[in-house]
Structure formats: structure tokens, C-alpha cells
């Protein structure tokens, strides 16, 4: 595969800044626990949106966090990376893996999926959209985000699925499954939620293949022991609501209900992009993130049994104020990366709709 050169929006890194230089606007953890910027928009304007952040830590160490980049929400954005090599005290700049926008194939990049393969090396999905087309790309990195080399999509487009989201996870004979929700112009299917396989640890994959066809999104999955889980976000009359489908059988069959997380907060009108995880300490137990909109937001843990999938509401980890007349409004998509012991990152973005937008870190424990 032909290796990709990074396209460098901003040279050096990021160093967070102290706690009480934070803008009034910005998050802060009911627990006093530290938040701060993890990776600042770049001086280019057009790689100043930062968004959709998702995490992963190498074998090594290294912290690869994926997330989108662009001029603002939901349009021109395209699928970047960042890397720590101390332990999350600082990240590299935004380096953009593919460009989308004006004047080329695909206007806009709506999430991506990020993991680790089965012999240590990073993957990431990214899809290109318009309003009547679509195509995921994907990139494989051995070297911990340093360098990136292309990777066969060819089963996934154009016009087969949609948006590639969440995490991209590990199952029995090498193999890695990666989930997304389909969009228009994608056939026979624009409605619903999809799945892939790949047979080779991620240098090709399989022909998508539907999980259900709800009306809803940006889908997480998660493998519990032999059992693999959906979460999903609910759009319409369930847009405060998360779902879940549950496969016993490696995908084959799905079985598709609502989960009990709710809204905490009596304003809320909608949820953000779910995040979900194996308790890294706990088997038996799950752990969920969920973002309530609008402002003031609020970032929420809760925790499940992994067998009964009812979930109880554990703490609230970050709340964002609503401060009149101010233009940073866009926000949520937690990701939870645990660190060594019960440390963990919850990453998030927080910012100007159109204009910049940083990706933002809690550090907490779980």
C-alpha cells in the first residue's frame, strides 16, 4: 500500500492550559477533577473546527485520538489525528489524513471509526459524503500514528453504507468488525444501521450487512465476552433515547430494544453520540457516556450489567454553562479512554459552530 503524507495544519504541540485561565464558556467538572484543551484549532481556518474525537492507546503507550477537522459543523470537515507520546500531557497538531470540501469528490466527512488490530496496529474509517453519495476510506498505521498507509474499502463503496462510526473492535480468528448508519444515496439501504467484517485484520473488508433499520445513528460497538453490542443514538421521537442491539452469534442476528439511559436533565431535548465500554476493572459491568443538549450540557457516566443491560446513573463528569450572547455552542461526543489504573480521559469537543473548536479533556476516575 502507498504510504500517505500527513498534511500538517499547525507545526508543534499542544500544551493544555492551567485550569483557571479556562474562558468562562468552558467546561468544568462538578468533582473538581481537571479539564483542559487537549488539541487547540490550528491557525489555518480551514482545519479549525475540530470535532467527533475518538481515542485509542497503543501497545506502547501512545495515545492516538481521530477526529474530524474543518471550517465548521457538518460540512468540510475531514478525518485528522493527533498523537501523545507523554501520557496525554500534550498532542501532536492536527494532521488530516484525507481533505473533503469544495471542489472535491465528496463534500464532508461525518465521523469516523477508530481501533486496534489484532497484531497492534491503528485503524481508522473515515466516509465521504454529499447529499446523494457516499464512500468510506480507511488508513492503518503500525508505527503509532506516526505514519499512515491506505487500506482496501472497495466492499464498503461508494454508495454501499454511509458513515463508519465508533469503535472498531476485536473478534475471534483475526478478524474486526466495524459498525455505521447508512445515508442517502447508499443502496438497497438509506435507513439503518450496518455492519462489516474483515477477514485480514483490516486491509480489506467485507460487504456491509444491516444490523436494523431504525431511524437513527453513529453507532458504538462493543464486544462483551462472546456477546457484541450496538449502542445507538435515537433520532426523531427518540432523540433523547438510546438504543441497543445485541448479536449471541457473532452478527449473524440482531435483537434490538431501548436501553433505559435517558435524559438526566429536564431541558434536554437531544443526546449526543453514545460512547460505551467493557469495564476495564469489571467484566460483569458496562460503562456509558452520554452528552445532553442544548446548553447548558452536561456530560453523564453511567454504569450497566452486562448481562441485563439496565443501567444506573453513576455521576455527572463535566457541565457546560450557557453564558448569553456567546458563540460557542457546539459540543459533545464524549470518548473514555482508560489510563493505568483507574485513571481514565473523557475527550470531547466544545466550541463555535462555524470557527474554532477545540478538542477538550477530563481527566477522572472510574
Not at 475540530?50 to 474543518?70: S, Y
Not at 445507538?232 to 442476528?253: C, H, K, L, M, Y
Not at 450540557?297 to 453564558?323: C, I, M, Q, Y
Request: proline share 7%.
Amino acid at each position: 500500500m502507498k504510504s500517505l503524507l500527513f498534511s500538517a495544519v499547525l507545526a508543534g504541540s499542544t500544551l493544555a492550559p492551567a485550569a483557571e485561565s479556562l474562558p468562562a464558556w468552558a467546561g468544568r467538572a462538578p468533582d473538581g477533577s481537571p479539564v483542559r484543551v487537549a488539541i487547540a484549532p490550528p491557525a489555518n481556518p480551514r482545519f479549525e473546527h475540530l470535532a467527533w474525537p475518538k481515542a485509542v492507546r497503543t501497545a506502547d503507550g501512545t495515545i492516538v485520538v481521530g477526529f474530524l477537522a474543518g471550517t465548521h459543523h457538518g460540512s468540510e470537515s475531514c478525518p485528522a489525528v493527533s498523537i501523545s507520546i507523554d501520557g496525554g500531557k500534550t498532542f501532536s497538531a492536527p494532521q488530516v489524513l484525507k481533505e473533503f470540501g469544495p471542489g472535491k469528490e465528496y463534500g464532508n466527512s461525518g465521523n469516523l471509526a477508530l481501533g486496534i488490530t489484532h497484531d497492534g496496529a491503528v485503524l481508522l474509517l473515515a466516509h465521504g459524503h454529499s447529499a446523494t453519495a457516499n464512500h468510506i476510506y480507511g488508513w492503518r498505521s503500525t508505527d503509532g500514528g506516526r505514519s499512515w498507509h491506505t487500506v482496501d474499502t472497495s466492499g464498503l463503496g461508494p454508495n454501499k453504507t454511509g458513515s463508519s462510526t465508533g469503535a472498531i473492535v476485536r473478534l475471534p480468528e483475526k478478524k474486526l468488525m466495524v459498525v455505521g448508519h447508512y445515508r442517502a444515496g447508499s443502496k438497497p439501504y438509506t435507513t439503518g444501521i450496518w455492519q462489516s467484517v474483515s477477514v485480514d485484520d483490516g486491509l480489506t473488508w467485507g460487504e456491509p450487512a444491516m444490523v436494523n433499520n431504525l431511524n437513527a445513528g453513529e453507532p458504538v460497538l462493543v464486544r462483551s465476552g462472546d456477546r457484541l453490542l450496538v449502542f445507538i443514538r435515537g433520532r426523531g421521537p427518540a432523540n433523547a433515547r438510546q438504543f441497543v442491539s445485541v448479536s449471541e452469534d457473532w452478527g449473524r442476528t440482531w435483537q434490538t430494544d431501548l436501553l433505559n439511559i435517558t435524559a438526566v436533565n429536564k431541558h434536554t431535548s437531544g443526546l449526543a453520540h453514545p460512547f460505551a465500554m467493557v469495564n476495564p476493572h469489571n467484566p460483569a459491568e458496562l460503562l456509558a457516556v452520554t452528552f445532553e443538549r442544548p446548553l447548558p450540557g452536561s456530560a453523564h457516566l453511567w454504569r450497566g450489567n452486562a448481562k441485563t443491560l439496565t443501567f444506573k446513573h453513576d455521576r455527572t463528569l463535566v457541565e457546560l454553562p450557557k453564558v448569553e450572547g456567546d458563540k460557542n455552542v457546539d459540543f459533545g461526543y464524549a470518548w473514555l479512554l482508560p489510563m493505568e489504573g483507574r485513571r481514565a480521559f473523557v475527550f470531547y469537543y466544545h466550541g463555535m459552530g462555524r470557527g474554532p473548536c477545540p478538542i477538550w479533556i477530563l481527566e477522572t476516575e472510574v
